[in-house]
């Protein structure tokens, strides 16, 4: 591949301190505000927003710039009630069929999730995110991808804050495993489901567990 041109950084701006301190604070305090959320309104959303959040989401940093991810979004009723009904068959082995160790289910109960999964119909879009493990190259060879699974957590990251920043909820849901969902989505082998990000509307009485996030002592060391 040919050497990129290069050009000024003329896209940044910097913020003088006072506002730096502000607009760090602000942001966090926005960030603060999002929860995840199991229950959501069928309200519709337009999908020119999902459509700039994605867009967002793919400004991400990755690996070589191979930008490794594809978004699925399913809008479609009949696609989502065939994705849950799928879904809740992995779940429900997962919570009640002995899959999970008792450990994992131990660790999760205080959340309270189980192997049912009705936002998988009542949220307006399931964004399936697939990541790219390899690129097929247009003679039918394999063109690898880099460091996919942080190139597309990054991008992942960024759309969860794009859409909360649209003043939407979400959901990261993690059926297991999600092969299923290349079939259902038709997608290729090179693309690896990596997680289903619901989006929409929270319902109106939706209710959120009482959790706490760690203190800054506790999330980094700072060596100076
Ligand atoms: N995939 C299951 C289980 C689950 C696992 C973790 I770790 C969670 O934080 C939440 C759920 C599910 O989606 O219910």
């Given at each position: 591949m040919p050497r990129a041109?290069?050009?000024p950084l003329d896209t940044y701006?910097?913020?003088p301190e006072e506002e730096m301190r502000a607009a760090?604070?602000?942001?966090?305090?926005t960030m603060r505000r999002r929860r995840t959320v199991r229950e959501f309104s069928n309200r519709p959303v337009p999908r020119a927003v999902i459509e700039d959040c994605l867009l967002a989401a793919g400004t991400a940093p990755n690996g070589a710039n191979r930008q490794p991810w594809r978004f699925v979004v399913v809008g479609d009723p009949a696609v989502k009630a065939t994705i849950r009904k799928e879904a809740e068959v992995e779940e429900r082995a997962?919570?009640?069929g002995g899959k999970a160790p008792q450990e994992w289910l131990d660790a999760l109960a205080h959340l309270g999730t189980d192997e049912h999964k009705p936002f998988l119909e009542q949220a307006p879009w399931l964004i399936v995110i697939f990541a790219e493990s390899y690129e097929v190259l247009e003679d039918g060879t394999r063109s690898k991808n880099y460091y996919v699974s942080e190139s597309v957590g990054i991008a992942t990251g960024m759309l969860i804050t794009a859409l909360?920043?649209?003043?939407?909820?979400t959901l990261t849901h993690t059926p297991s495993p999600m092969r299923f969902l290349n079939g259902l989505l038709?997608?290729?082998?090179n693309e690896r489901p990596f997680l289903?990000?619901?989006a929409g509307y929270p319902e109106e009485d939706a209710t959120v567990p009482v959790i706490t996030k760690k203190p800054i002592e506790e999330i980094a060391v700072f060596v100076e």
């Amino acid at each position: 591949m040919p050497r990129a041109q290069f050009v000024p950084l003329d896209t940044y701006r910097e913020v003088p301190e006072e506002e730096m301190r502000a607009a760090a604070r602000d942001f966090l305090e926005t960030m603060r505000r999002r929860r995840t959320v199991r229950e959501f309104s069928n309200r519709p959303v337009p999908r020119a927003v999902i459509e700039d959040c994605l867009l967002a989401a793919g400004t991400a940093p990755n690996g070589a710039n191979r930008q490794p991810w594809r978004f699925v979004v399913v809008g479609d009723p009949a696609v989502k009630a065939t994705i849950r009904k799928e879904a809740e068959v992995e779940e429900r082995a997962f919570y009640t069929g002995g899959k999970a160790p008792q450990e994992w289910l131990d660790a999760l109960a205080h959340l309270g999730t189980d192997e049912h999964k009705p936002f998988l119909e009542q949220a307006p879009w399931l964004i399936v995110i697939f990541a790219e493990s390899y690129e097929v190259l247009e003679d039918g060879t394999r063109s690898k991808n880099y460091y996919v699974s942080e190139s597309v957590g990054i991008a992942t990251g960024m759309l969860i804050t794009a859409l909360h920043h649209a003043g939407l909820v979400t959901l990261t849901h993690t059926p297991s495993p999600m092969r299923f969902l290349n079939g259902l989505l038709g997608r290729p082998d090179n693309e690896r489901p990596f997680l289903i990000l619901v989006a929409g509307y929270p319902e109106e009485d939706a209710t959120v567990p009482v959790i706490t996030k760690k203190p800054i002592e506790e999330i980094a060391v700072f060596v100076e």
